[in-house]
T-cell receptor, first 114, second 116 residues
Framework: ETGVTQTPRHLVMGMTNKKSLKCEQHLGHNAMYWYKQSAKKPLELMFVYSLEERVENNSVPSRFSPECPNSSHLFLHLHTLQPEDSALYLC?????????????FGQGTRLTVV | AQSVTQLGSHVSVSEGALVLLRCNYS??????LFWYVQYPNQGLQLLLKYTSAATLVKGINGFEAEFKKSETSFHLTKPSAHMSDAAEYFC??????????????FGAGTRLFVKA
């Protein structure tokens, strides 16, 4: 496989459930990101990891917990979510987090909280 | 901090017509600017990026964008629209993050409709 792969593609969970989103990149990149894409809202950056260290937490509620065990994998652990958390969650990676570096995106996980 | 504004949440053109998607940036320093495209049920894909080497940047699928400092603009164009161009387009800029690295900030997006 090449590129950025996200699993699952679709997830429906109740507000009391705990689930995890997984992202894997096969590009040898050193930076990884979680974005949230909601209808009628701009793409929101949630977390940034560089060399497996979290370098940005964009005021995300604690019910979202990221984990980056190595430079190829990124997880987003979810617990006690709210219906307004329903959105498309996009993972991305880049060679580094320098100014001129473009991001490569996965296809996203469509999350529905019921 | 740098930011981008996309003018028009929806643009509709006929097949074969010129495509023009507008983006203005706000930056106190020379910015690095990007255009991404998102097809339905997909992630974002880079179309092109401006890194100050040339003001006219050519990207994939026949798209290009011109950096105009005097207008603080980075509009995306394509001479002749194709049905397959129907998608959402995002202008983006990198800005300094909280711990010294950079992060990408996206505009609100413009959805392009192409009529047969």
């Amino acid at each position: 496989e090449t590129g950025v792969t996200q699993t699952p593609r679709h997830l429906v969970m109740g507000m009391t459930n705990k689930k995890s989103l997984k992202c894997e990149q096969h590009l040898g990149h050193n930076a990884m990101y979680w974005y949230k894409q909601s209808a009628k809202k701009p793409l929101e950056l949630m977390f940034v990891y560089s060399l497996e260290e979290r370098v940005e937490n964009n005021s995300v509620p604690s019910r979202f917990s990221p984990e980056c065990p190595n430079s190829s994998h990124l997880f987003l652990h979810l617990h006690t979510l709210q219906p307004e958390d329903s959105a498309l969650y996009l993972c991305a990676s880049s060679q580094d987090n320098y100014e001129n570096t473009e991001a490569f995106f996965g296809q996203g996980t469509r999350l529905t909280v019921v | 901090a740098q930011s981008v504004t996309q003018l028009g949440s929806h643009v509709s053109v006929s097949e074969g017509a010129l495509v023009l998607l507008r983006c203005n940036y706000s930056s106190s320093v020379p910015p690095y600017l990007f255009w991404y495209v998102q097809y339905p049920n997909q992630g974002l894909q880079l179309l092109l990026k401006y890194t100050s080497a040339a003001t006219l940047v050519k990207g994939i699928n026949g798209f290009e964008a011109e950096f105009k400092k005097s207008e603080t603009s980075f509009h995306l164009t394509k001479p002749s629209a194709h049905m397959s161009d129907a998608a959402e387009y995002f202008c983006a800029v990198t800005t300094r993050g909280g711990t010294g690295g950079f992060k990408t900030i996206f505009g609100a997006g413009t959805r392009l409709f192409v009529k047969a």
